[in-house]
């Protein structure tokens, strides 16, 4: 079973508006750290069936000191999709991964935006429900 197109038509824009977000966010933090900024989960429930979780901006890896908010990035205080950045130091060179999840019956689905040379990490709503 595939996601619906207007489960899609809801998280999409959400997803694109991060990324979008992130061009400028993410050159300035290179430029200071000689790597990508990372951003945990920030919706720590994952919204199931287009309702919306309570997001929180204050998470951070244990690795970083910055958190969403520290870096500007603005989302609203409840989101229809679990949002993550993932940086990367690929054979390729430096990336990161803008991953969106969701629940829709039961099925746990996932959408990846690379921003890199490792293209092949990005994905269409694909199933990653556990067997």
Known sequence: MAITQILKDQVDPVIDDLVTQLTSIQSTYKTT???YWQG????????????EE????TLKPTD????????SISLASTLPVC????SYDGPQGLGYVVSGVVIEDTRTYQ???NVGPETY???VWTDITPE
């Open 121 to 123: 990490r990005t994905q």
């Open 83 to 86: 949002l993550q950045v993932d």
């Open 33 to 35: 750290n000689n790597k």
């Open 54 to 57: 309570a997001s929180d901006l």
């Open 40 to 51: 945990i989960a920030c919706v720590p429930i994952l919204p199931a069936d287009g309702n």
């Open 111 to 113: 959408r990846t935006v």
């Open 64 to 71: 970083q000191t910055e958190t969403w908010s520290d870096e």
